[in-house]
């Protein structure tokens, strides 16, 4: 249960879009070490736009670069601190669970996960700068929502009882709200700008743009359809233009959107349905800025083939195989004596087809029967092996305040405090003053 709680967290509120982008970092702990190749006690990763670009586990304990241009744009030391403050959440991580388990009354028997996910994502302004849309900092333990800010209203949000005490806690606490509604608004964005920027620079792929036609509902319509496609980064201007003026919604374009293509690619198709006869010049044009590519390709219009002679020559073809399906029934059956009065179904035979009109003309041979008809292989049957069923499971959830720096404040600024004032630890602080009285 706890593996499929982690995939569920890992996709909340990530959906690709033409003009968004998104910075998210994911952390999850088990309260013991589970014995499953590739699961760790912990472990920490950002996301740009779904991509990882950065990784952090229990096991290897370095945080590492997983896209070419975070290898290549950040410093040695940016890596440095960042496994310094991985490190160090570890610990703050391992404290939390054993208070959340605590609480709610549970022992070590079983595997208990809280896992915490913030970030940011922003909209793509024409000036090429990114405007804050929203926000997100949750925590969720086995499985089940246990904590998140609403930073439109500044305020911790408890969707269960236990998670009450925190809400309550958290609250009083101004500053820790404070900053976190800065760190979305603000320093999320600027890193999130940042890491666009730098994956623009390195890593541009262009699109591939195909235009074409297909049948529309009504037969005197197609659909005329612009597609770009193999593309990253995701922005990208595509549009459809009829001599010469770009076609809009009010037109009836419809769009698909930037979507992923599962290579780490994009695709975009945009479609508008026009008259069959239409002589008009319809163009698609696809600019790229990543790339550096600009395209204008022109409809050659080429039309959808009818489907009257093919469905003709499809039926043709059934019947035609029918008809010869029938006559080798008939011949067969000739053959053997069925047709025409042939008293051949009363001899018997070694031949398998005899044998088997012998048992169903005088029902005397049952042994015979049973060994021709359970002709199927014992091999067969074992050398089919068994396949085994992979456990997917996970669970998450809980906890705040402290751990409010980013691991990006962290890294570049050295040792930035939290600012939690009281006992509150902080998951940037040493391990010793970290394990001190806990943060629910």
């Known amino acids: 249960m706890y593996f499929f709680a982690v995939f569920v967290l890992l996709g909340t509120g990530l959906t690709a879009n033409c003009a968004m982008h998104s910075l998210t970092y994911i952390y999850t702990a088990f309260s013991k ?3 499953l190749p590739g699961i760790h006690e912990f472990t920490a990763m950002g996301l740009l736009d ?3 670009i950065d990784y952090f586990d229990s096991d290897n304990q ?3 670069p997983k896209q070419d241009f975070m290898k290549t744009q950040m410093p040695a030391e940016y890596w440095e601190k960042g496994t310094q403050s991985r490190q160090s959440k570890q610990q703050w991580f391992k404290v939390n669970i054993n208070i959340l388990m605590t609480r709610m009354r549970q022992n070590d028997t079983d595997v208990h996960i809280l896992q915490w996910m913030h970030g940011c994502k922003g909209e793509m302004q024409p000036d090429g700068k990114l405007q804050y849309r929203h926000g997100t900092d949750m925590y969720s333990y086995d499985g089940t929502d246990f904590l998140s800010f609403d930073d439109v209203h500044s305020t911790w949000v408890a969707p269960t009882v236990a998670s009450e005490t925190t809400k309550r806690k958290w609250d009083k606490v101004q500053v820790l709200k404070e900053y976190t509604k800065g760190y979305l608004e603000t320093e999320c964005m600027e890193w999130l700008s940042k890491f666009v920027e730098f994956g623009k620079q390195n ?3 262009p699109p591939k743009v195909h235009v074409f036609s297909k049948k529309a509902k009504s037969e005197k319509n197609i659909i005329l359809s612009c597609m770009a496609t193999g593309f990253y980064p995701k922005d ?6 009829r001599n010469g003026r770009v076609l809009t919604k009010e037109d009836g374009v419809c769009s698909t959107g930037t979507r992923p ?4 690619t994009y695709q975009r198709t945009d479609r508008v349905e026009i008259l069959r006869t239409d002589v008009s010049t319809y163009t698609c044009e696809v600019n790229h800025a990543a790339s550096g590519m600009h395209v204008e390709k022109e409809w050659d219009h080429t039309l959808p083939s009818g489907s009257g002679p093919i469905i003709g020559a499809v039926v043709a073809a059934v019947v035609v195989l029918l008809l010869l ?3 080798a029934v008939l011949l067969i059956l000739y053959k053997k004596g069925k047709l025409g009065g042939s008293n051949s179904s009363d001899s018997t035979s070694d031949g398998s087809g005899e044998t088997l009109q012998t048992v169903a003309t005088k029902g005397n041979n049952d042994i015979e029967a049973s060994k021709a008809l359970m002709k199927g292989s014992d091999e067969s049957v074992d050398s089919a092996g068994s396949k085994d069923s992979g456990v997917r499971n996970n669970d998450i959830e809980a906890s705040k305040a402290l751990m409010k720096g980013s691991d990006e404040s962290v890294d570049s600024a050295g040792s930035k405090d939290s600012g939690v004032p009281g006992d509150t630890p902080s998951p940037q602080s040493s391990a010793t003053s970290s394990l001190q009285g806990g943060k629910y």
């Open 236 to 241: 990208i201007l595509l549009q459809i233009k």
């Open 50 to 52: 779904n991509k990882m």
């Open 261 to 264: 293509n599962g290579d780490e």
């Open 325 to 327: 399906v029938v006559l």
């Open 33 to 35: 070490p589970v014995e």
């Open 203 to 205: 890593d541009a792929i």
């Open 62 to 64: 370095n945080k590492v």
